[in-house]
């Protein structure tokens, strides 16, 4: 096996979650080993556990207790079992696996169980049989389990058979050489008993070390009456069984292949790096092919199903992915948007609207899904529709695309624009056809017309527009322009709040149009900002917001609330008036970074970044409490946009990329921290050809240098003073200035788990011409750090402001002999927060 590449190793925390997911099969448990495993989309069994008596050892050994480490790659997951008797690893991993046909079984993961001991041992596994199909097609009794002796039904070892009521439906089981645990006898009077397979370990047959047999825990699953046969699932417990090594060489080299062709970064920050590479592969393990039709698409996440018949939110759905598909498209893998969009398409309703959930077992013809109220709920994955598609022309300048799905597009944009979708004839998409983001609030009926929606209409019209030029239609991109041009116009008009500086949630509009606006303070303004590339700033008054979003009312130290503490209703442990979402800290981090902010981007970024470790190693989790650092226990730990919340705000925002393939023109407005000496993307894709960027900082300035094997490119940026030489045919080179002082974060990292919000937030820094002006929050009499840089071998002097009011409060600088002599090393600049209660505001100003 691999052991090169990305991993993540450390002491197992038993109650905390793990995944191992792909295209057909998951293993969703918890790090003590215990799990389910899923054959999409049937749940075959549960509650794995093991049991061991060591030779000549009197006491029976529970083995999950005994769980101490574990080892997360990309392509597999090592959960060690440590004992004075005995080692014993789990290794698993979900290949593609066979694909259900007629009369062919489906398989999907593989559990290989590596045992290591001086004496004979004696395993028990236990198991609950599940056979349940993903929720809503409907399961029928619970399974009976048979046992298949050795030889029979082209399997060379015995194995279990799970059958159910109706004969198109059958699980197996087995691991080679294991025997089957209590079965009663019809005669006897019904009872239950736990499922076990038995197995008998012996050093000398089966080795030890490095050098210990692995033995398989084999799945599969069949759901036609041929495939379910006891005769097709042992010939696929055996096709599986030979497989395994041909199996896991394909997985290895497929996560071997998309870590060479994908982007990736190199900074001096490892664990940013890291949680990039680990966003891209838990994308990559949210494929799944639908169980009807064979395509592949992205599901929203995974997590352990417990006593239903759901694992987390393992269904299709299309925000979820509209959303992450910017994240795809930045590191390149254009075959997978492809894929997403025309699944969504495929599945767009005759009026053009756009579907958002579809579970795994929906497109059965005896599943009604279109009768539940699930597929079209969501009234954003139309306008979000849109905008990624235009996302990804720009990317991969497949034009081509836009014309074989001509209709589908224009279907979607006339449902946008359609007068059903606009029920206070006020020109902007509402809530008429479906939720816009929340799906309660605590009023006494639902928002109208979210600014939420509000934004993404104004964002969607210019992507119409920019798709109709991109085909020849002036006149309807002029349309596009104009319409997203009177909706902002709008916006400003009827939700900009002069009280709170920022932009209401609502409009309640009665049928008089003469109803109320929901001032609640949330992040949702920050959708401004998301597909905004222009050279004036999407809200008028959108300074103030980002202040709002970094300070604590909004911000935790472990991402941003949707609601503010300071509005009645807020509530930490609300799914929706209170709670921290990764994909709102992501929403955020990159309106920080396009509104001129980075310190307070950066915070944010660094949050995301750090649950990749926080719970499902590898993984984003959905949502945590508003109040604790602590996940919900319901959070879907492997969240599919969770995880593309690192990729995007860190090329988009950090770095400042964006990209347009058909005039190969990349424009870069990084905002890189002020402690980084260098910096480089590679395999940057625009379009079909691949481009380096190579950071470095020298003295008073940053310059970029993009390298391509292909055709020239246009280099340029946004930046002031940003000056463009071409050193030859294909590098260019860009030369930024940098001001003469910078402040540094401190090291990035969350708090212990439990913690109330406490590290400092930075609301903005803002330059002048020869200053600095910062204002920061802070608990009260806390201090703090933050590292200053000199670029022009300039001491700064500092004032603070409200001194009179806050005597308590001080700014300093503390510096070593060197950087008095040299004035070119950072210094220590530390913060005192006035006395009081709670959160205390420290405005100070560095001159120069």
């Not at 593989?110 to 599940?130: K, M, S």
């Not at 849109?386 to 300048?397: F, I, K, P, Q, W």
């Not at 979708?421 to 928002?447: C, F, K, R």
């Amino acid at each position: 096996m691999t052991e090169s590449g990305l991993v993540i190793s450390r002491p197992v925390q038993p109650m905390q979650p793990f995944t191992v997911a792909g295209e057909r099969g998951v293993l969703v448990g918890t790090q003590d080993g215990q799990f389910e495993s899923w054959i999409l989309p049937v749940k075959l069994i549960s509650h794995l556990t093991i049991e061991v008596n060591v030779e000549g050892y009197s006491v029976p050994i529970a083995v999950n207790p005994q769980a101490a480490n574990i080892e997360v790659r990309p392509d597999r997951t090592t959960i060690t079992y440590s004992h004075i008797g005995f080692t014993i690893r789990q290794i698993m991993f979900s290949p593609d696996g066979a694909a259900a046909a007629e009369n062919r079984p489906s398989t999907g993961p593989v559990v290989l169980f590596q045992i290591d001991a001086d004496h004979p041992l004696d395993l028990t596994f236990r198991f609950t049989p599940e056979m349940r199909w993903m929720w809503p097609k409907r399961n029928d009794g619970v399974p009976g389990p048979d046992w298949v002796a050795a030889g029979r039904d082209g399997f060379p070892g015995g194995f279990y058979t799970l059958h159910m009521d109706y004969p198109d439906l059958g699980g197996a089981i087995a691991i080679p050489t294991a025997t089957p645990g209590i079965a009663a006898p019809y005669q006897e009077r019904p009872q239950e008993h736990e499922m076990e397979l038995h197995l008998h370990y012996d050093p000398k047959r089966d080795g030890q070390g490095a050098n210990a047999k692995l033995f398989p825990l084999l799945m599969a699953v069949g759901t036609t009456r041929e495939s379910a046969s006891n005769e097709a699932l042992g010939h696929a417990l055996k096709e599986l069984n030979d497989s395994i090594p041909a199996a896991y060489k394909s997985h290895s080299e497929r996560y071997a292949k998309l870590a060479a062709e994908t982007t990736s970064i190199e900074t001096p920050d490892k664990a940013l790096n890291d949680a990039f590479q680990w966003g891209v592969v838990s994308i990559e393990q949210l494929k799944a092919h639908e169980f009807v039709s064979n395509q592949t698409a992205l599901v929203a996440g995974y997590y352990a199903s417990g006593d239903s018949a759901r694992p987390g939110f393992g269904w299709f759905f299309g925000r979820d992915a509209l959303y992450t598909l910017y994240a795809v498209n930045g590191f390149g893998d254009f075959a997978l948007t492809r894929a997403e969009l025309e699944f969504l398409m495929a599945r767009q309703r005759a009026d053009g609207k756009i579907m958002h959930e579809y579970s795994q077992t929906a497109g059965d013809p005896v599943v009604d899904w279109k009768s539940f109220p699930y597929m079209y709920a969501a009234a954003d994955a139309t306008p979000l529709f849109l905008m990624a598609v235009r996302d990804y022309v720009r990317a991969s300048g497949d034009v081509e695309f836009v014309k074989a799905h001509r209709e589908a597009i224009e279907k979607a944009w006339a449902f946008e624009t359609a007068e059903s979708s606009d029920t206070d004839h006020d020109g902007i998409y509402d809530n008429s056809q479906g939720t816009g983001w929340v799906e309660s609030w605590p009023h006494e009926a639902m928002p109208h017309q979210e600014i939420y929606l509000a934004l993404l209409d104004e964002q969607a019209s210019r992507a119409y527009g920019e798709l109709e030029n991109a085909l020849g239609n002036k006149a309807q991109f002029i349309f596009g322009a104009t319409r997203a041009g009177d909706i902002q116009l709008k916006i400003e008009q009827e939700y900009y709040d002069k009280e709170k500086g920022c932009y209401a949630f609502s409009h309640n509009f009665a049928e008089d149009k003469n109803g109320e606006t929901d001032r609640a303070s949330t992040v949702y303004p920050a959708i401004g900002w998301w597909d905004w590339n222009g050279a004036n700033p999407p809200l008028t008054h959108g300074e103030e917001c980002l202040k709002q979003f970094a300070g604590p009312a909004i911000a935790t130290d472990w991402g941003l609330r949707d609601v503010a503490v300071t509005e009645p209703f807020y509530d930490g442990m609300s799914y929706h008036q209170g709670s921290v979402w990764p994909l709102f800290t992501g929403w955020g981090a990159l309106a920080e970074y396009r509104g001129g902010q980075p310190l307070a981007g950066e915070q944010m970024l660094m949050q995301n970044v750090d649950l990749t470790w926080a719970q499902d190693p590898g993984a984003v989790t959905e949502l945590l409490s508003g109040d604790f650092f602590v996940p919900f226990g319901r959070s879907t730990s492997h969240q599919l946009w969770s995880s593309a919340m690192v990729i995007t705000p860190t090329l988009r925002g950090l770095f400042g990329i964006s990209v347009d393939a058909a005039t190969k023109t990349i424009t870069a407005n990084p905002h890189l921290p002020a402690g980084w000496g260098s910096a480089r993307i590679t395999n940057l894709h625009l379009g079909d050809q691949l481009v380096e960027l190579d950071f470095s900082r020298e003295k008073g300035g940053l310059h970029v240098l993009a390298h391509t094997k292909g055709q020239a490119v246009h280099f340029r940026s946004d930046v002031a003073n940003a000056k463009l030489s071409t050193s030859h045919f294909r590098e260019a080179e860009i030369n930024i200035p940098l001001p003469p002082t910078e402040i540094e974060l401190p090291t990035h990292a969350l708090p212990v788990s439990g913690s109330r919000p406490g590290q400092v937030k930075i609301l903005s820094a803002d330059y002048g011409s020869r200053s600095l002006t910062i204002r920061a929050q802070g608990q009260a009499g806390s201090r703090y750090y933050l590292i200053l840089h000199n670029n022009q071998l300039l001491l700064p002097k500092i004032s603070v402001a409200n001194q009179a009011e806050h005597s308590d409060a001080t700014v300093g600088i503390s510096m070593s002999d060197r950087a008095l002599s040299n004035g070119d090393e950072p210094m220590l600049l530390s913060l005192h927060f006035p006395g009081g209660q709670g959160w205390q505001t420290l405005d100070f100003t560095l001159t120069w």
